[in-house]
Structure formats: C-alpha cells, structure tokens
C-alpha cells in the first residue's frame, strides 16, 4: 500500500514548521530522556530551588487532605477564563498592594504562557477588515525564542536594533542593551503596529528595563491608542527573579502576563493575563475554543498564597538569592574560562531570569554552527540567531551571540562553561 500524502494548509505548514523553539524543547527533552550525561544550559528550566520545593510539597499534602477540594480541582472543569475564586483573590491582591483598577473581569488564566502569546498576538495582528494588516513591535532585539514562530501568518514581527552600553566599561566585559527610542518611534510611525511586546526581565539576555524605559513604552503606545504587552514571566510582581530594582506596571492600555513557570511549578502550565476587560474576555473565549478549560492544579496550589499575599514574598525571599548566587559562580567561571582561552568576549549585565547572554567576537563560524559542535560535547545551549527575527538587516552581532542556562547543577555549569571556551577559541582562529 503506497504511503498516504497529506497536505497541510498554509498555517498548518507554517506552525508544523522547523522552528527555534521547537528545536530548543526538542533538544530537551530528548536529552533529559535519552542522555543523561547531556549538560543542560539551554532551556529554561528552573532550577529545584529546596526552599520553595519544600512549600510545594507541604501544599500539595493540604491538597491531598482536603478531600472534597481535591476532587473539585481533579474532577471539575472551571470556566474558560479562570477559576472564581482564584480571579477575585488575585484581582483584590493586586487591587490591595499596587493600586489597581482591576477586577476578575481584568484577568484570564492560559495553558502556560506560550498559549497567553498565541492567542494575544493574533488578536491583535494580522490582517483585518479592509485588507489592513497590522504586525507586533518588539521594541528591543533580541527577544524571546517562542514569540518567534506564532503568527499565523509570516512577517509578523517588527524588531528594533538596541543600543550597547559598557556600564562599567569594556575591560568589566559587561555590555549592557538598551532601547533606541528614536527607533522605535520610526517603527510606529510605519501605522501598521497592532501592538508592542517585550519581556522583562528579557529572555534572553536577563536585561530588565527600568522604570523609566516601561513608562516611556507605555506613553507612547497610549498616544497611539496601542496595547502594551510587557511579558514577566520571571518579574514582577511575581516570580521575582530580579537583581536590580524593578516596580511592577499596569494600566489600563498594558497587558501584563505572569506565570507559574519560573516559581518552580513549569508542569503545571498555569499562565496569567491582566488585561482590558475585552481582551481579557476574547481570551477566555480562545481557551474554550482550543482546550475547553484550563488546568485546575496549579491555581489551587497557590490560591492560599494569593489570598494571604505569600506569593509576592517567594521570590525576594527565596528564588532571589539562589539565582543570584548561581549567576555570581558561573560569570567566575566565564571570567576564568573565557579570559584563559584567549577570547575577545562579554556578557550581558545578568539583571534578572537565570541566563548568561555570551557575546563572542571574532567568531569565524555562527552560533548555530558553535552549538552543534557544544552538543555534541554533551553542552546544550541556544544559539543566538534565534532571537533576531524581526530585524530587518542582518545585524553582524546576531551571530555572535550564545544563550546560557546557569541555573542547572553547579557542576554541569561549570563543565558546560568551560567546554563552551575550548570549542570557541576552537571557532576563532
């Protein structure tokens, strides 16, 4: 019997694709499966922090015990948009300690939130009515790897290059990017944004944008009557993986995004958005579309720590000085790695997440081409030229480029960092 030939449509072909983060999660879970041995630098995986896996099992075990509320949360489907009671304790949290004007019809509950940016983004862009067709701004470049590929269309992203500072000064080898407003600005002018989005802290480089830089974002998409999507999947007001100063944001024109993710709880695919009403609602209406529902588990886990206000203790307290530790150790490790092999280098200032953005010059071969030879060292990275796109150029620096997990076990990390050092001064001669 001949082989069956199937023919997918046009956004069938385009999300069943190669793409940057299928490669990433697949490169992944693979090794975590089938190689053991593999250091895992790539990824964003947090790491088993004790402290707060220990909470985790203590609430589980309340979870267990209540027998009634765990057949609620293993039994029952909650509205598409979010269990009740978990959208009125967070709303009146946020209401409570920030000031704002926010209610549960502000909020919706996703799968993760790669599905909160599926959904936001072809809301918000695409083609409309009168053969309009509207892209996202991302105003800093690079940014997130799993943005890359959602639009259901192609050329959906418009990327500002940044600007490098040396906040120390070169020989610190820390570079630091910023946002070229009067780039930015260009961009809008074009007239077909639908919306600007950036994460903060940055995935990947850790960078987060200070106060002043979300507020400027943010006057200039209400001049244009323009959503802002700010992603803090590892910020504020929770996780809280920051190590500079950072206030949490929200208006009324901004849609923010948090997770359960970077807490320590990425199976439980417990994504959040804070919204205009409307957006919040269509959201909603996505998830009953694509899932039905959302997954019960990983609100109920946290609900007594969103009524109580512990989750907005967990990250200074105990995520905080773990990750920063962690980042303390493997930037000494660069330092004495990298400097060792004779490398003309630098990292991005480790603001927040848990990355190390390594900038290799004199590279002779690009990154791509730098991480297959890591893997097959048993190091797995991302490449850098992953998280260009958008740009219009072909920015010489995007090759240069490699994104670093150091979040995992200390001794994987120093491994990965030093082979990473062999097979670039291997790369630059």
Same mark, same amino acid.
């Given at each position: 019997?001949?082989?069956?030939?199937?023919?997918?449509?046009?956004?069938?072909?385009?999300?069943?694709?190669?793409?940057?983060?299928?490669?990433?999660?697949?490169?992944?879970?693979?090794?975590?499966?089938?190689?053991?041995?593999?250091?895992?630098?790539?990824?964003?995986?947090?790491?088993?922090?004790?402290?707060?896996?220990?909470?985790?099992?203590?609430?589980?075990?309340?979870? *267990?015990?209540?027998?009634?509320?765990?057949?609620?949360?293993?039994?029952?489907?909650?509205? $598409?948009?979010?269990?009740?009671?978990?959208?009125?304790?967070?709303?009146?949290?946020?209401?409570?300690?920030?000031?704002?004007?926010?209610?549960?019809?502000?909020?919706?509950?996703?799968?993760?939130?790669?599905?909160? %940016?599926? %959904?936001?983004?072809?809301?918000?862009?695409?083609?409309?009515?009168?053969?309009?067709?509207?892209?996202?701004?991302?105003?800093?470049?690079?940014?997130?790897?799993?943005?890359?590929?959602?639009? *259901?269309?192609?050329?959906?992203?418009?990327?500002?290059?940044?600007?490098?500072?040396?906040?120390?000064?070169?020989?610190?080898?820390?570079?630091?990017? #910023?946002?070229?407003?009067?780039?930015?600005?260009?961009?809008?002018?074009?007239?077909?944004?639908?919306?600007?989005?950036?994460?903060?802290?940055?995935? $990947?480089?850790?960078?987060?944008?200070?106060?002043?830089?979300?507020?400027?974002?943010?006057?200039?998409?209400?001049?244009?009557?323009?959503?802002?999507?700010?992603?803090?999947?590892?910020?504020?007001?929770?996780?809280?993986? *920051?190590?500079?100063?950072?206030?949490? %944001?929200?208006?009324?024109?901004?849609?923010?995004?948090?997770?359960?993710? #970077?807490?320590?709880?990425?199976?439980?695919?417990?994504?959040?958005?804070?919204?205009?009403?409307?957006?919040?609602?269509? /959201?909603?209406?996505?998830?009953?579309?694509?899932?039905?529902?959302?997954?019960?588990?990983?609100?109920?886990?946290?609900?007594?720590?969103?009524?109580?206000?512990?989750?907005?203790?967990?990250?200074?307290?105990?995520?905080? $000085? %773990?990750?920063?530790?962690?980042?303390?150790?493997?930037?000494?490790?660069?330092?004495?790695?990298?400097?060792?092999?004779?490398?003309?280098?630098?990292?991005?200032?480790?603001?927040?997440?848990?990355?190390?953005?390594?900038?290799? #010059?004199?590279?002779?071969?690009?990154?791509?081409?730098?991480?297959?030879? *890591?893997?097959?060292?048993? /190091?797995?990275?991302?490449?850098?030229?992953?998280?260009?796109?958008?740009?219009?150029?072909?920015?010489?620096?995007?090759?240069?480029?490699?994104?670093?997990?150091?979040?995992?076990?200390?001794?994987?990390?120093?491994?990965?960092?030093?082979?990473?050092?062999?097979?670039?001064? #291997?790369?630059?001669?």
């Amino acid at each position: 019997m001949a082989p069956v030939s199937y023919e997918f449509s046009l956004s069938g072909r385009k999300l069943s694709a190669h793409s940057g983060i299928l490669s990433l999660m697949d490169d992944m879970g693979r090794a975590l499966a089938l190689d053991p041995g593999m250091r895992m630098l790539g990824g964003g995986n947090p790491a088993v922090v004790p402290a707060m896996q220990a909470l985790v099992r203590e609430r589980m075990a309340e979870l *267990l015990a209540d027998e009634p509320g765990f057949e609620r949360m293993m039994v029952s489907y909650d509205p $598409p948009q979010g269990n009740p009671r978990f959208l009125r304790a967070l709303a009146d949290l946020l209401r409570r300690e920030f000031g704002w004007d926010i209610g549960p019809q502000n909020l919706a509950i996703t799968n993760g939130g790669q599905s909160a %940016f599926f %959904f936001l983004f072809n809301l918000l862009a695409g083609h409309f009515e009168g053969g309009r067709r509207k892209k996202i701004l991302l105003p800093l470049a690079p940014e997130y790897i799993g943005y890359a590929d959602q639009g *259901l269309e192609p050329h959906f992203f418009v990327a500002c290059q940044p600007q490098i500072e040396w906040p120390q000064g070169r020989g610190a080898k820390v570079f630091k990017y #910023k946002i070229d407003f009067a780039a930015v600005e260009r961009a809008l002018a074009r007239g077909d944004i639908g919306a600007i989005a950036v994460s903060r802290p940055t995935n $990947p480089t850790g960078n987060v944008l200070t106060d002043a830089e979300v507020a400027r974002l943010s006057d200039l998409a209400a001049a244009r009557n323009l959503p802002l999507i700010l992603d803090n999947a590892y910020g504020a007001p929770f996780p809280g993986v *920051l190590f500079v100063p950072a206030k949490p %944001f929200w208006a009324p024109h901004v849609i923010l995004t948090l997770s359960l993710s #970077k807490l320590g709880l990425p199976g439980t695919r417990t994504g959040i958005v804070i919204a205009p009403e409307p957006i919040a609602k269509a /959201v909603g209406a996505l998830t009953a579309i694509v899932g039905l529902a959302n997954g019960n588990i990983g609100q109920q886990l946290v609900l007594p720590w969103i009524e109580s206000g512990k989750i907005l203790e967990l990250g200074p307290q105990l995520l905080r $000085p %773990f990750y920063e530790a962690r980042g303390r150790q493997a930037a000494a490790w660069a330092r004495e790695y990298f400097d060792a092999a004779g490398l003309d280098w630098a990292l991005h200032a480790n603001e927040g997440a848990f990355f190390h953005w390594l900038w290799l #010059k004199n590279l002779k071969i690009s990154t791509r081409e730098l991480f297959e030879r *890591l893997k097959a060292r048993q /190091v797995l990275t991302v490449p850098g030229e992953y998280f260009f796109y958008g740009l219009e150029a072909d920015w010489p620096h995007r090759h240069e480029c490699l994104r670093m997990n150091f979040s995992r076990e200390p001794e994987a990390v120093r491994q990965g960092y030093q082979i990473i050092a062999e097979e670039a001064a #291997k790369a630059t001669r």
